[in-house]
């Protein structure tokens, strides 16, 4: 009988991932262009852009305190799927500056909410069979692959409009997914003193690292699309190149346990943060080329799909279950929220009329090779649990 449930526990915790990067896969690569089209400038679209990245320094931590100490991790992702789907109603009107700030601020509060916990959900869903976790995020991956191709070629065809309809759908979809999930509170025992939440070298480095390597994915998270367009590609090929990149961080998924079974994490860190650069840096001077265009976006295994999956497994080891979410919420705030906000704010800031945009990868190649320097600095950490390494 726990088998079946877990059984059906994971089944729509893999559709709630489905439908969560399914939304990223139509925001994330087209909400620039869209912004764009609208009549936002370069250093607006990059403010605004940034939004997105900054209300992940506080909401996660927010949402993390109540959820640690409530334990109603369910309750929150279904909450947060209910009101960004409502906040997400605002993309309807064509508001100026101030009013697509004040959106985005209310909107993605809201939103922070849901993968942090998700990611704790599944993880204790799975117990010690954490070598899974790749398979059941791969289903993320699946969505955001169909979605930033469809909607691609749907731009191509209808306009930039059809953003706020496909992602209020796939918000409603989100919904109704998670309200499958468990209301089960994860008891604390109260009685027994919780020690304050402590950051070792290991975790600092650690943090410092993703901070640099998500602030050098900020051209490519708020910029891919209109550099390829500045380039000659149209918004289809862009959709079509990103699904290549996805297509190449599902396969890293399911490798992923085996070889930080082999390797560690911290061997798995310096290489993909490495690849990063070489990454960013094929970016910058041989975007016109269709070939290295490609090999970049197959890099995207290693820039997203093996640092993610040692970075959630990292983070999993080094917190307890009293901190567990504070855990996902503070690598979620620091590297997503500060790093990509800087990072896309400073991508915006240097890209100005377009001139200069191949000095933003420059720039992106210069902070992922800073983040390999943190890397090293990490002591050697564990492997992994013998049932990840052994998957």
């Not at 947060?80 to 409502?86: E, F, I, L, T």
């Not at 289903?139 to 169909?146: C, D, K, M, N, R």
């Not at 041989?286 to 040692?310: E, I, K, P, R, Y």
């Not at 890209?351 to 090293?376: E, I, K, P, R, T």
Request: net charge positive; aromatic share 16%; proline share 2%.
């Amino acid at each position: 009988m726990q088998q079946a449930d877990t059984f059906h526990s994971l089944r729509w915790i893999s559709a709630c991932y489905f439908f969560f990067f399914a939304i990223l896969g139509v925001l994330v690569p087209y909400l620039g262009v869209f912004f764009e089209h609208r009549g936002f400038e370069a250093q607006e679209i990059g403010f605004l852009l940034a939004i997105l990245m900054a209300t992940r320094i506080i909401a996660p931590n927010v949402w993390a305190m109540v959820a640690d100490k409530t334990g109603m991790r369910g309750q929150l992702v279904k909450l947060g799927a209910g009101c960004s789907a409502v906040a997400f109603l605002s993309f309807f009107y064509h508001g100026g500056f101030v009013y697509l700030a004040i959106s985005l601020s209310i909107y993605t509060f809201f939103w922070n909410a849901i993968l942090a916990q998700l990611e704790v959900i599944t993880l204790e869903t799975l117990g010690e069979n954490t070598s899974k976790y790749g398979k059941i995020r791969s289903f993320g991956s699946v969505g955001y692959l169909v979605f930033v191709v469809s909607v691609g070629f749907g731009i191509s065809y209808f306009g930039t409009e059809i953003l706020p309809f496909v992602g209020l759908g796939l918000f409603l979809c989100l919904l109704g997914c998670s309200l499958s999930l468990p209301n089960t509170r994860v008891m604390v025992d109260k009685l027994t003193s919780v020690e304050p939440l402590k950051i070792d070298k290991g975790i600092f480095w650690f943090l410092v690292s993703a901070l640099l390597l998500q602030m050098s994915a900020g051209p490519f998270y708020g910029f891919f699309v209109l550099y390829l367009k500045q380039v000659g590609y149209s918004e289809s090929t862009a959709g079509v190149y990103v699904a290549l990149g996805v297509l190449a961080e599902i396969v890293m998924f399911m490798f992923a346990p085996r070889l930080m079974g082999r390797y560690g994490v911290k061997t798995l860190l310096v290489v993909s943060v490495g690849f990063s650069a070489v990454r960013w840096l094929l970016m910058a001077f041989c975007v016109g080329n269709m070939f290295w265009l490609g090999v970049s976006q197959l890099l995207h295994a290693f820039t997203f799909g093996l640092v993610h999956a040692a970075s959630i497994q990292f983070v999993h080891q080094k917190f307890d279950i009293r901190h567990r979410s504070k855990g996902q919420a503070l690598y979620a705030s620091l590297s997503f929220g500060v790093g990509g906000a800087l990072g896309t704010w400073l991508c915006g800031f240097i890209w100005g009329d377009g001139s200069q945009a191949w000095l933003s990868w420059a720039v992106a190649a210069a902070c992922a090779g800073l983040s390999m320097l943190a890397v090293l600095c990490i002591p050697n950490l564990n492997s992994s649990n013998p049932k990840t390494a052994n998957a």
